[in-house]
Every structure is written in C-alpha cells, then in structure tokens.
C-alpha cells in the first residue's frame, strides 16, 4: 500500500482541548453562534501561517499503530454524522475522526435548517405544500447556470426527504417557516425546516445515537493524507492523535472535513483572498485536510468555489465583537457594511447595489464584497442618529418601503442600534473606524483617494431619488452631507467554504486523468464541490441540506461498496 502526503502543510492542526463526552453538551453551549452552513468548526487557537506549493514535501507517514474499520469518515459534521448513522445501519464498521476536541467544534451543530422537499413536516403543515423535486431541481439549475452536477443535485433533493427522517428518528423535531429573507419557495410550498431542539440537546441525542449504532468516534484527530493500494483505490488514511501517529486501514473513505475556511493560503488559490473570516470568531480548524488528501491521490476538483457567508453584518480581523447572530455581543458599527448605506472599494469607488447586501446577504450581495473585501461603509451623522434612535425599520419604512415591498423589513422591527456612539468609539479603538469632519479626511485615513468625487455622484442620485449606476432603490439611498462623517472598515466573515472535490451522482470523487471514479473514495457536504456553486444559493438551508443529503446516499454508497470487496 502507499501512503501519499499532503501536498502542503496546512495551517498546521491546531484544535481546541474540551472534556469529551458528557461535557461536549455544556461545552456546545457555551461555544457561541448559529449558522446556516453545515459544518465550519472553529478554534480557539491561532493557526500558523500555511505554506505554499513551493515547501518542501514531508516525510512519509510512519504509523505507530495501525486500527481497522470498513468505513473510515473525515469529519463529524452534518455530513459526517448522516454518513456514519447510514453506512452504520447498513451493517459495516464505521470508524469517525474528528479534529476538533468535542461537538462543539462542527457548525453541524448550530445550523437553524435544512431545506428538504416531501418530508411529513410539509405534508401535515396547514394546507399541505406544493413543492416538487422538480420545483426546487429546476429553480437550482436556473439559478446556478448548469454549474453543479444536475444528477447529483436531483438525487439529493430526492432523498431530502429521507436525510430528514433520519434526522427525526435521531430525535430532531423540525417546524416548517419561511425565512426572512425573500426566497423563491416560501406559503404554499415551504422547504425549510427549522429545527426546534437546542444546541445541547442535539449533542446528547448524537451520543447516544453513536453508542447504540457502535460507531467509533475520535476526537482530537486530523487527518494526514490517504493511503492508497496499486491500482490507486483508496484503503485507508493516515491520522495524527495527539503525539500518535494512527493509520487506519478501510475499505472506503468518506471526506466530510469542511471546507478551507480556516487556511488562507487556500482562501487565496480558491476565492482570490485572504480576508474572509470565521463568522463563530477565532480561526476555523477546516484547513481543506480533505481537499488536499485528496488531490494529492489525483482527485479532480471542481471549477467553483464559495462561501456560505455570514448574513449579519462585517467583520475585522482586528476586532474584537465582529457581526455575529443577532442574539449575540457584536459591535453594530459592523451593521453599515449590510444596511444598504454607501459602500465603496478600496480606491473610494461605489462598486454594488448597496440593497443587494441588505435584501440578499447570503446570494445576490456577498460575490461582491469577497472581491473587495475590505470594503467600506461611509454614513453621515445624520445616519448614525437615525439607526440609534429609529433603527433601519422606521428609517427605511418612512422612506417608502413597506412589507409588500421590502420582505426583509419585518426582520428590522424594533431593532435600534442604542449603543452605537459606544460602538463606534471601540471600533475607532481597534483601527477599523474612522470619524471625521471632512469627507477629505475619511479618504485621507483608509487611501480611498476617489471617495470625495464617488460623495459628491452619491449625494446626487439621493436627491434625485434615483440610482443611475446601480439602480439601488430609493430607501436605501443615504446621504452622506452633515458632518462628522463615519467610514467603517469591513472583511467578509463565512459559516463555511464550499468548493473542492468532483464527484459523481454516488458521491464518489472523480479522478482528475480520466474522469473516473476513485474506487473507495466518497465526499460530502462542503468538500464536495459539484454540489455547489458561487454565489451561494438563494434557498434558506440549502448547504446543510446538501451536507445532510450527500452524507445520506455516500454512507450507503461506500457502505455497499465495502460489503462488495
């Protein structure tokens, strides 16, 4: 057999030490925000600077002990846990490592949903639903251009309906709700599924699961590269537990690691940046271990990669509350950067449909601020009063919109930014905020040498009640005219990557010479590239429902294809 390194060394494996166990509910509950992406753990441990394709290889593995399973899972993420409970059930041994200390660690988690077609919660909702698989294929097609693999996008929504009563038998409860964001399936139709059990309660029902399903969980261990036998199948992987170097020998391999969020070198070769942060704060112990593994046997990866982003505001790399859920201790200075003010580049330039970011945080308005990020958000005095006395509702309401209109607004109700001079204050403090009594003086700060000019253009369309560069609607245009005047420094922040691995409608990844599958070798959830596609999708819990779909039918893929040998 030969065991092949990693390509790089990325970010080293920093994780976080938590009491496994009994303690992962308590730990889980302490750990901080929600999400909507399937699986992006955090640390709390700084990551090393990632090297580049220029270091020099490592060492081959030296295993100092060898364990055996017939399935061995990288992750337990949404994507993981579904394929170990599906590979489990179907009668082969089922071995998960995990590089974070305890549940706390996966997004998988936190999520608030996944969104499943012809499940028994739309059925038995008021009025039923008329969502099809051919509503939400057809709509995700359109939407993504043909991008990801057709066949393997239809199989999922297919068998969302069983992902989700899986979940239920492990003990989730789900109640069906549109979103607050305007989406293309909401009434009648539905397809998002909020889950109603809390944090902690989801980590005790996945013990227990795991105990009487007899599946092998580690925590603590990151996986090191593949082992690979002559004909290239895949028949293990190399791990490192603490100071223990384990290789597991398997007869399949499911990748269920994350994504990259959390190495920037990949953010760079991917997404073209290095600013995009962990929306759960600290850096994301997803460093693409999967990805890489896997490229480094030949796999093919996919031409699209993204992000699943965070839809309540900015973030800074020097900031110590970033934009986080809403039900948590953020700096609300951050809010500029999706309230639909004023936003610009860094050369002073607008470059967006400010609404977009407001209406649309986590599809149409987040390709943009990626490519620019940093970006800038720029408001007046008259703003900053207005959010700290009015909130966005009334400000936006008394401008025109309404809820026929503005479908997000009810979102804003009641919510006033009272400790905005505050926030703004610290945020001067940590170098990320800037207040001036000139617009000269904003630009003169952050080197936005176009901004008095892209003011001036600005302030004209707003009495003019008309966009003429970007058509933003009328409510959203604010002037920027009465001193002091604010500029706010932003850094996109993620649930979690997607992008990678090219697989086939089994979830089998794709060799890159040939374009046939690698025997033995499965991935899932945000590692698997042909799920996804940038900007992220326009349906609320869509990436943790592909993360829990693509771990359905991959645990009983690789499950079958191990009985087979």
Known sequence: MHSTPLPSNPNGLSRRS?????????????????ALAGCSPRSTEQQTAPTGDSAAQPAAFQADETRRADVVIVGAGASGLMAALMASQSGVKVTVIEKGGDFSAPNGMYVSGPFAVGTDVLQSKEGGTTLTVDDAFHHVMEYSHWTPNPA????????????????QQVGYTFEEKNFRFETPFIGEKGGFHYITKTNAE?????????????????????????????????????????????????KAVILASGGFLGNRDLQQRFLGTRKLNAARGDESICTGDGI??????????????????????????????????DKFDQNTAFKFGLYGCMLIDAEGNRFINEGLLCDYPMSYGSEQILVNSPWYAVVDQAYVDAMKTQGLYE???????????WFIGNYFKGRVLENLDADIQEGIEEGWCFKADTVEELAAHFGLKGLPASVERYNDFCAAGADDDFNASPWYLSPVAIPPFYVTENEPSAWSTFGGLRTDVNCNVV???????????????????????????????????LCI??????????AAYAQAK
């Open 549 to 558: 779909d693509s771990g359905y039918i991959a645990g009983i893929e690789a």
């Open 152 to 167: 393997l996008i239809r199989r999922c929504l297919e068998e969302s309906k069983n992902a989700v009563a899986q979940l």
């Open 395 to 405: 400000y936006t309401t008394a401008k025109g919109a309404n809820e026929k209109n």
């Open 292 to 325: 890489l593994a896997a490229e480094a046997v030949g796999a093919a990866l996919t031409k699209t990669f993204g992000y699943c982003p965070c839809e309540y505001g900015g973030t800074h790399a020097g900031a110590k509350r970033p934009a986080m859920q």
């Open 511 to 545: 060799r890159a010479a040939d374009q046939q599958p690698i025997p033995g070798l499965y991935a899932v959830g945000t590692d698997a590239g042909s799920l996804f596609y940038s900007p992220y999708y326009d349906i609320p819990g869509f990436c943790y429902g």
């Open 202 to 250: 989801r980590v005790e029902m996945w013990e227990r699961v795991l105990a009487d399903q007899d599946i092998d969980l580690q925590f603590k261990t990151s996986a090191e590269s593949l082992v690979t036998d002559e004909a290239g199948a895949v028949t293990g992987v190399n791990c490192t537990a603490g100071k223990t170097k384990v290789t597991y020998q398997a």
């Open 18 to 34: 938590f009491v496994a166990g009994a303690a992962s509910a308590a730990a889980l509950a302490a750990a901080g925000a929600g």
